[in-house]
């Protein structure tokens, strides 16, 4: 028996050797990819646009993005929250003790250009195939661009209310301070990019949401689901970015058309029907576009209802005073005298804290000083 085992070890050893040196054989040392696709093909079908966009809907969901942070950042360092150093987390940004290496910031950085590129890659691609495609692929194709084009708006809108200069300030002037690296076309790695101004991004953002808008025109409509984003949602994002450029006309305007798509026509004013809105999924029927957050894909601790209940973030006793007793956002608030926290719905607070509720949006702020609400 022992005999057997030794014979057994040795032939187990030589084809572990044998195998060895044919590794070194030329053949072994191929180093190209067999199990990745080829940047040209990555996006040579409308069905490979449209795992593409599902990716960018990710980056979205993300609570590196508006899944918490590119949301919370714009309550979080202003008069209208309240910490109570229990917990660390957010700290530096609400007492503005801001660094380079700052994860929040950087976090919303990276997701936000991810959010960018990608859509610019099936902008690209969308762009190149619609003039072959069949009638068919051809309205899908048209609304995987529409909404590229409306998600890209929404991560620049994002991204240069938290990065540069508010556009502009009860009339004063700001766009020609250094706003987002705006691009057509994806950026080729190792590239040297520049900062466009304000103004210019402000632009770029403009023409991306008409360009949405006529992109779900020649689609004749978008896919009928608010976890897409789709036609009320993006006019409802040009509304607001006429809102920050102070064009109030065409605030207005647009504002009006949004709640038309979206057959909005008034507004909840009880507090069980208001309370009603986040019993979560479809529920809200003031929404216009939203993240299928729920109770079983939340992100945890990452989320917006730990961040604004474990990690001891509230609405400020300020902010507080303001609500009148009779204000039906507070049929979802439990605020409990012993612990200074507020209990909420899961994901309601950055709603409750913005006035204007088109689509939930940080409100505009600059880290460079305090902005009191």
């Known amino acids: 028996m022992i005999q057997i085992k030794r014979y057994l070890f040795a032939g187990i050893a030589t084809a572990v050797l044998a195998t060895g040196f ?13 199990a990745g696709v080829p940047t040209d093909d990555a996006l040579s079908t409308p069905g490979l646009i449209k795992s593409a966009l ?6 979205l969901f993300h609570y590196r993005f508006a899944g918490n942070y590119a949301i919370s950042i714009g309550d979080i360092p202003t008069d209208v929250s309240y910490w109570n150093t229990k917990t660390g987390h ?9 660094d380079d290496t700052e994860s929040y910031l950087d976090d919303i950085w990276e997701y936000g250009y991810q959010i960018v590129d990608n859509s610019a890659r099936i902008i690209q691609a969308a762009n190149a195939q619609l003039p072959k495609a069949d009638e068919k692929n051809k309205v899908v194709l048209n609304q995987y661009l529409a909404e590229a084009y409306a998600l890209r708006a929404y991560a620049n809108l994002v991204m240069v209310n938290v990065f540069a200069h508010q556009v ?6 700001f766009s020609a301070q250094l706003g987002l690296v705006i691009s057509e076309l994806p950026i080729p790695a190792k590239t040297k990019v520049s900062r466009s ?10 023409s991306d949401l008409k360009k949405s808008l006529a992109a ?6 978008d896919r009928e689901d608010k ?4 036609i009320a949602a993006t006019t409802g994002l040009l509304a607001r970015t006429y809102l920050y450029l102070e064009d109030w006309s065409n605030a207005k305007t647009y504002a009006q058309q949004a709640l038309d798509k979206a057959g909005i026509t008034a507004l909840t004013y009880t507090k069980a029907n208001y309370k009603s809105l986040y019993n979560g999924g479809a529920s809200n029927t003031e929404s216009m576009f939203y993240l299928d957050i729920n109770e079983t894909q939340n992100w945890s601790s990452n989320s917006s209802g730990t961040l604004w209940t474990t990690y001891n973030f509230s609405p400020s006793p300020k902010l507080r005073k303001m609500y009148a007793s009779t204000d039906v956002r507070t049929a979802v608030q439990t605020w409990l005298a012993l612990l200074p926290m507020l209990l909420l719905s899961t994901e309601v607070v950055s709603l409750l804290l913005s006035e204007l509720e088109i689509l939930p949006m940080p409100p505009i702020i600059s880290l460079m000083r305090p902005r009191c609400s």
């Not at 957010?90 to 801001?98: A, D, F, N, Q």
């Not at 976890?227 to 789709?230: E, L, Q, R, S, V």
């Open 227 to 230: 976890c897409y984003i789709g």
């Open 54 to 59: 599902t990716g960018v809907y990710n980056n």
């Open 216 to 221: 779900f025109k020649a689609a004749d409509g």
């Open 90 to 98: 957010w700290g530096k940004l609400y007492r503005y003790s801001i």
């Open 197 to 206: 101004t304000v103004g210019e991004t402000y632009t770029h953002i403009v």
């Open 168 to 173: 502009k300030v009860n009339g004063q002037d």
């Open 22 to 34: 044919n590794g070194c054989t030329e053949s072994y040392l191929d180093t190209n990819s067999h």
